[in-house]
């Protein structure tokens, strides 16, 4: 079964096509980071404006790229949410409307549970320049989930078969790299910056608390921004009401690689050590990290020293924001569910990982 997919929830337009939820058969990314980096993150209503821009384009690429034609697709699969109303809607109207012209299935599916089953795609088409893992996770499978949203643990029975173990309480991962790299002036997106400039920096240079926490799989990542933030102010002889916009300017490129590489340490290892003590508990056959945060080079680093446990990786261009994985999840659900009317798929911008597959 050969599912074009179709992923527009935050700032990627992107369209890809996988069969049977394992081959991958094209890829096409088009990120708008050059747009949204001169205002510092992304904004909604230029996002959307892109995807509609761009959307038809990338979906003939895509079917270029495969060397395929719309006869060759069996369904069609769009992100219904979570993510940005307008972004989200643009992926959506055009599934629908792909849907009932081209007479496919649909599938809508959620995009942060999609973010786990990039790692079920371990084959590709000889033309692709991709490098994927050799094997597919196992079950149960662990995951960790850390991606601009949502930090997660997930202890995975089966594909659709699922417990969430706990999430964040307040910030999410990638939003606090991303809060920390505007307060220390690196440039959006704050993940990829921070990873840079803490290459040329002190780990152990200034140490952060962790939080604590009742449930051990919880996360709280806004004390730890706020905790680098007082250190700064503190660094440059400033109150706590030193407004943050002023802070960059007063720091030379060695501080800011040192408090990039300590603040990078102390957020992975707290995603390290809750991972670690849910393996313990659960003793998962695989775990696998997802989400846009998975591409960092320290917390593979960290995962592979500390987890008694061989643990294969998603390439980094199937770890951030793609289709191919909307595709692949698609794929699974179509075995457990029906398909989506086209007529009536509405999107969902908070929907949660328990209301997925409903
Ligand atoms: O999964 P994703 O592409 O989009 C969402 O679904 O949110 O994740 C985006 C997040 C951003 O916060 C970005 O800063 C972070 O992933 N990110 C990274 C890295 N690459 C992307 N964080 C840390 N290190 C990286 N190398
Ligand atoms: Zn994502």
Redesign the pocket.
Known sequence: MRILGIET????TAVAIVENGTKLLSNVVVSQIDIHKEFGGVVPEVAARSHIEVIIPIIEKALKESMLSWSDIDAISVTKG??LVGSLLIGSLTARTLSVIKKKPLYGVH??LG?VFANFITRKSDTLDINLPADAPQFPLLALI?????SQLVLFKGFLDFELLGQTRDD???????KV?KILGLP?????????AAEKGDPSKYTFPDAKLDNPYEFSFSGLKTAVLRRVQQHIGESPDYPSHMIPERLNEADIADYAASF?EAAIKTLVNKTLGAYREFKPRSVVI??????????REMMRQTLPITIEYAP?EL????AAMIASLAYFQSLKVDSDDPFYLKVQPSLSINQAIL
Do not use: W
């Open positions: 929830s935050c700032d990627e979570p993510g995009h942060v973010h850390v991606s601009g949203g949502h999410a991962i990638g939003e606090a790299f991303d790299a959006y997106p704050g993940g990829p910056s921070i990873s840079k990078q997802a989400g846009g945060v998975a591409a960092n080079s320290r917390l980094m770890c951030t924001d793609n």
